[in-house]
């Protein structure tokens, strides 16, 4: 799993190398640009939202709904995705802070129309990514939502065959959303499949 100084190396040709990885249809990044574009839809289905960006690395998704004049606050952990995104968002809350560290004091102070995390959230472990959530829920607004886009599936026996036919290429220290095993701890979510190994997971209080 990269680190901080990882992302920051990697920061300038991340893009190229997702884009890579979605045109082939090839894991873990298949479905990449469906998965931003659905979660696009749904936060600007709102008008101009207030929207917290956890994890915003280039800021792929959130420079678009930015630039469609939402209120953006975020959190990454690289120095140079934080820089990058920067550039294109000036006006954007930005902060420095890694996830398992939780979220940054600034961030709790603020309510939003929806959190979106987007191939991020997959460096917390299971009961990491429960615990995080419930502290997530409390920050929205009403009607607001959680949209998470990342390598995810329906259930733990696709999970399994993705990972079979990825070979060595599956990533061990990443760990990835499993539909109905998160269903049991947030009865109100809800799952879109985007590509064998992608999805868009919602909740909302």
Same mark, same amino acid.
């Given at each position: ?8 190396? #990697? ?61 953006? #606050? ?95 290429? #599956? ?35």
């Amino acid at each position: 799993m990269l680190g901080n100084t990882g992302f920051d190396l #990697w920061a300038d040709g991340y893009d190229v190398s997702v884009g890579l990885s979605d045109e082939n249809d090839s894991y873990p990044f298949a479905g990449y640009k469906r998965v931003l574009g659905s979660i696009y839809e749904m936060v600007m289905a709102r008008g101009k939202p207030t929207v917290l960006d956890l994890g915003f690395g280039t800021a792929t998704l959130t420079a678009r709904l930015y630039e469609q004049g939402c209120e953006i #606050w975020g959190q990454d952990f690289s120095d140079r995705m934080i820089a990058l995104a920067r550039e294109k968002m000036p006006k954007a809350h930005l902060f420095k802070g890694d996830f398992n560290e939780g979220l940054r004091a600034e961030l709790k102070l603020e309510h939003y129309d929806f959190i979106v995390a987007t191939y991020a959230l997959h460096h917390l472990d299971d009961a990491q990514k429960v615990a995080f959530i419930k502290t997530l829920l409390p920050l929205l607004k009403k009607d607001g939502a959680i949209l998470m886009g990342d390598v995810a599936f329906p259930n733990r026996e696709e999970h399994e065959r993705c990972r079979a036919i990825a070979g060595e290429e #599956w990533d061990d220290e990443e760990f990835y959303f499993v539909y109905d095993e998160l269903h049991r701890h947030f009865p109100q979510m809800t799952f879109e499949r985007i590509s064998h190994c992608a999805g868009v997971l919602r909740v909302g209080n």
